[in-house]
């Protein structure tokens, strides 16, 4: 348990002395994102606002809902999900372009990784600003006192897909056909999970598994009760969101300590 700890220590100290080029990257790699745009990072509030429009004003009519109510639910589903895929894909190309960096110095692995989240966090940051606006207009009566529990949520967010990144960020690097196949996979996890898709829908017998044993699922209905419901979120959803980060760091420390001393190699 010592040993174990020790390393601990030590790479957490490592990561520490090199946060201020972590943050640096971040915001490079975001003023990038929306260089020469007229809008610049408003994109990250319209993009998911227009994305619920449009799919509200179709399955209103298939799930027998109120525009208001649906567009609530499709508008959460959106940014929260926007997180954990962000945290995939943006993961999945931090190290692509760290050559430079890596043949330099022995930066950690998780840097990059890290720094693909604070990305995506500010990202999630305008974009939750953006439906706090929309839900005064459209929904005021679900603002209420448990958004207090939103940096609850952020905290768990971060936990369980900064592993995610950091997996990411090594399987591309390995298997160049990674980033084809997650495009896919992501697809596929947005039509087994309730994002958009009617909450109901995943209720009945049949489909209950698709949610129950899915951490996605697990993370969303977090959001939503605190954020829609005005509840705390369930013991089973806290516990799969922090059970599942558990697993994903354990896979994610695993991977690193395998490739951390050979990850020049592959680029």
């Known amino acids: 348990m010592k040993t174990v700890a020790a390393t601990m220590s030590i790479e957490f100290s490592r990561i520490w002395a090199y946060r201020h080029l972590c943050v640096h990257l971040a915001f490079s790699d975001l003023r990038a994102r929306f260089r020469r745009s007229y809008l610049g990072i408003l994109w990250a509030m319209l993009q998911p606002l227009l994305m619920t429009i449009a799919l509200s004003v179709v399955l209103v009519y298939v799930f027998d809902q109120s ?10 589903g959106l940014i929260a999900w926007e997180f954990v895929a962000a945290g995939f894909t943006l993961g999945a190309v931090s190290l692509v372009g ?17 720094k693909a989240m604070i990305h995506a966090g500010v990202i999630f940051l305008f974009a939750f600003f953006g439906f706090a606006v929309y839900a005064l207009f459209v929904k005021p009566d679900i603002v209420g006192a448990s958004w207090l529990l939103l940096p609850a949520f952020w905290a768990v967010a971060i936990f ?6 950091v997996i990411s960020s090594i399987l ?3 298997v160049r056909d990674y ?8 697809q596929v996890a947005v039509y087994v999970s309730p994002i958009f898709i009617a909450r109901e829908i995943f209720n009945k017998s049949h489909l209950a598994v698709f949610t129950y044993f899915n951490p996605v699922a697990a993370y ?7 954020i829609i419901q005005g509840r705390l979120p369930s013991t089973h ?5 922090l059970l599942y980060g558990t697993l ?11 490739n951390e001393q050979k990850i020049i190699y592959f680029f």
């Open 172 to 174: 591309n690097m390995r």
């Open 98 to 114: 760290a050559e430079g960096y890596l043949k330099q110095s022995r930066i950690p692995l998780v840097i990059f990784a890290l």
């Open 248 to 258: 994903f760091w354990i896979v994610a420390i695993i991977v690193v300590r395998k």
């Open 179 to 186: 980033q084809q196949a997650l495009g896919l996979l992501l």
């Open 237 to 241: 959803d806290v516990m799969s969101c």
């Open 160 to 165: 369980s897909v900064t592993p995610l990144a």
């Open 220 to 226: 969303v209905d977090f959001f939503r009760a605190i």
């Open 67 to 76: 525009f208001q109510e649906y567009s609530i639910y499709v508008y959460t």
